[in-house]
């Protein structure tokens, strides 16, 4: 396992971060996944062993269970927490109150506390905004996210699925006032969802933040078990939650191509669509779930996967973004300089 640093920090984290969304499979939340606490211990052990030291969870997981299942994994198998960076996130809503959601100060202090409760931990390392609340002032947030870090119960703090903008104002705000910064993202990035590639990759190698991409498969997708002569195999939670949104024609491409690679190397194509993530420039650390242990082992595995230029070009060529103004007009008038 190899490590890199978070952003601008002097923080090491893997390259791959185990996501925990498939904990608890309470509510909606069923239908990704139902991984509990005996299942949970198991993956938490292949996890550890196999050298990952970055886990990723969420409040809104599953309500709150997926931190609890975490939190008692993390106890149950004595496992060392300063070896461990934990991130959790902040955002949704968490219950009847009216201000139990959002990204007010109110919600973030009480957010954390929650968290810290059910994780059975005395801090998060990282804490991020898991999307945007367009009724609190970016600079209310700022502000509330600074000094949830000087109490000592966050670490870091991070930002997913903002657009590239509003980033770049809530880190002018911060300089402006002298307030902790956010020092990385996580966005949805794939080989069928290569959005982030037009603003926020840009962004994040300006400003040197770390870049998490969650949902490197697609939802599944890419693992290989999807193709137009089996659109439904069976046994995958996109049946279910059909999450995140692609162009699907376009994606069975992208399996065509990644498949026949996968052939090559001998591996599976969701190995080859992980190796192209974690390849790609500003990549910090690839966001994998699973439900069982064989299926982690395998997408672990994709950390010894090297793409040639040869595969990577032909990868490129099935899945590269279609041009888009403004991005045309600043590649044909940036000739010359």
């Not at 496992?79 to 139990?100: E, P, Q, Y």
Request: proline share 4%; with cysteine.
């Amino acid at each position: 396992m190899k490590y890199n640093f978070l952003g601008n920090t002097g923080l090491l984290v893997s390259e791959i971060c185990f996501g925990t969304m498939t904990f608890g499979g309470k509510g909606f939340w069923e239908g990704i996944g139902k991984t509990q606490q005996k299942e949970v211990n198991e993956l938490m052990k292949t996890v550890v062993d196999a050298g990952i030291n970055f886990i990723d969870t969420a409040n809104v997981y599953s309500f709150g269970e997926s931190e609890k299942l975490l939190g008692q994994s993390i106890k149950d198998l004595s496992l060392n927490r300063s070896d461990m960076v934990i991130a959790t996130k902040v955002r949704g809503k968490m219950g009847d109150g009216i201000n139990n959601v959002g990204l007010s100060r109110y919600h973030i202090f009480q957010s954390v506390d929650e968290s810290l409760q059910r994780l059975q931990l005395n801090h998060i390392d990282i804490l991020y905004v898991h999307g945007v609340d367009k009724r609190t002032p970016v600079e209310e947030t700022m502000r509330a996210l600074n000094d949830i870090v000087l109490t000592g119960k966050v670490r870091y703090i991070a930002c997913c699925n903002w657009p590239a903008w509003m980033v770049m104002k809530a880190q002018g705000i911060a300089e402006k006032n002298g307030w902790n910064k956010f020092v990385g993202l996580q966005y949805f990035y794939s080989l069928s969802g290569r959005d982030i590639e037009r603003e926020i990759l840009p962004l994040a190698a300006d400003q040197n933040l770390a870049v998490m991409p969650w949902s490197p498969l697609a939802g599944g997708f890419l693992s290989g078990k999807f193709t137009r002569e089996n659109p439904k195999p069976g046994n995958s939670r996109r049946e279910e939650f059909d999450f995140p949104p692609i162009d699907k024609e376009k994606a069975y491409d992208i399996v065509d191509v990644i498949a026949e690679i996968g052939k090559v190397h001998k591996v599976s194509a969701a190995q080859i669509a992980l190796a192209w993530v974690r390849q790609q420039p500003g990549i910090t650390s690839t966001i994998i779930g699973a439900k069982r242990a064989d299926q982690l082992n395998d997408n672990i595995q994709s950390t010894n996967i090297e793409l040639t230029d040869d595969e990577l070009a032909k990868i490129e060529e099935v899945s590269a973004l279609p041009k888009e103004y403004p991005g045309w007009m600043v590649e044909r008038q940036g000739e010359g300089r």
